[in-house]
């Protein structure tokens, strides 16, 4: 027996979302048998020191519920690689918060700290979790383009949007789609903004590890003032190339932390013991993290190289595991059209930008996922310079 239709109409609390692009490139990909760089996950094995970590918590019995806010021995080493990269000292017991992903540290703050009536500025092109999540609080998105090509912020169109009535900045270092990063004067500038207001700025840092050519990782933690305003959110899921294990986390001062933790034990309430022990225990070697920048520059390097005679113009790639490229020299599509005819005719997935803003603003620019095997960049690589305009 089939399960019967609902007899009257669900009013939808965002009717205006549709699947994520990600799925819908995704199950495009799968369907043609594409190359996949589209989606943000990587295709290589994860460290098996990880997996035999959280694999000896499960045999220790590490399998139920852990404390709310997350198991001590993780906040602990978070708190000390913070301290160690940015130093800034946040207290394990009252100012870090374990996380289903840093998707749930986002949806929590959001949904802790913005009310009603209020407005939260975010950047576009926005990772398209952030929408959603300021709309179901009941607050009111305000985006603020960033700077083409660059994808930089525009300081001055943010001191414009700035009312009485803002609540929130959400910002993402380094940048998902754009591939920018945030300097130290961006830092100041985020300071003069918000001093004397009770703006809070959530810092989305889930890439904080890859930052490249020499530049260094601005976390909001960093800057005294800011700090004391913010949530820093991280995601082991990227650092640790785990998406599959959703585990990230927040970092704010004590009376922001004590807020989202009201929130966080009804939504969740607390995030997998395993996974918790053994990222705790791995942590233990800052070299694992430490040559992420490297390892990444490597991957980076390597997709710009073998797609350079491809006929696309590809934009710098200062962070995040993406780059970016237009594809003016082929084609005049729409970055959507264009990125499904790439799937289905060449058989390489990537993500349209034009996705990542809510009035689809098309700058005609598609993103690649470098956090790929060596042979699957190669693969597109092949595949990418078979598009009519090549060499
Ligand atoms: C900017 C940004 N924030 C957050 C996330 C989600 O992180 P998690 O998988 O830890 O929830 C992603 C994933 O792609 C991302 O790109």
Request: aromatic content about 10%; charged content about 20%; hydrophobic content about 45%.
């Amino acid at each position: 027996m089939s399960v019967p239709s609902t007899p009257f109409p669900i009013r939808s609390k965002l009717p205006a979302t549709g699947t994520s692009i990600f799925s819908v490139m995704s199950a495009l990909a799968q369907q043609h048998g594409a190359v996949n760089l589209g989606q943000g996950f990587p295709d290589y094995a994860i460290d098996p020191v990880l997996i035999d970590l959280v694999t000896a918590a499960m045999r220790a019995g590490h399998n139920q519920y852990p404390l709310s806010a997350g198991v001590m021995a993780l906040r602990e080493a978070i708190a000390a690689k913070v301290l160690r990269l940015y130093g800034r000292a946040y207290d394990p017991e009252t100012e870090v918060t374990v996380t289903t992903g840093a998707t749930q540290g986002i949806f929590t703050t959001i949904g802790a700290l913005a009310h009603p009536g209020d407005e939260v500025i975010v950047f576009e092109p926005a990772y398209d979790s952030y929408i959603p999540a300021i709309r179901l609080a009941g607050a009111t998105p305000v985006p603020i383009p960033l700077t083409v090509p660059g994808y930089d912020i525009d300081w001055a169109a943010v001191r414009r949007a700035v009312t009485s009535r803002t609540r929130m900045i959400l910002v993402n270092t380094p940048n998902n789609p754009g591939t920018g990063i945030l300097s130290a004067e961006d830092l100041q500038q985020f300071a003069e903004i918000t001093r004397s207001t009770a703006i809070v700025i959530v810092s989305d840092e889930v890439y904080e590890h890859m930052v490249y050519d020499g530049a260094r990782h601005e976390s909001l933690a960093r800057n005294d003032e800011l700090a004391a305003c913010s949530v820093v959110i991280g995601s082991f899921g990227k650092t640790f190339h785990a998406t599959g294990w959703k585990v990230g986390y927040t970092l704010a001062p004590r009376e922001i932390t004590a807020e989202i933790r009201r929130v966080h034990q009804f939504t969740v309430f607390t995030v997998n013991s395993a996974v918790q022990h053994g990222l705790a225990a791995f942590l233990a070697e800052p070299s694992r993290y430490e040559e992420l920048p490297a390892f990444f520059t490597a991957k980076r390097d390597l997709l710009r190289t073998v797609i350079a005679d491809a006929p696309f113009d590809l934009l710098p790639c200062r962070g995040s595991y993406f780059q970016l490229a237009t594809y003016g020299r082929v084609s005049e599509e729409p970055a959507f059209e264009f990125a499904q005819r790439l799937v289905r005719e060449f058989g390489v997935a990537t993500i349209p930008l034009s996705a990542f803003y809510q009035d689809g603003t098309d700058h005609r620019v598609i993103r690649f996922c470098f956090a790929k095997r060596d042979e699957t960049i190669l693969a597109a690589a092949d595949r990418l310079r078979r598009i009519s305009g090549s060499n």
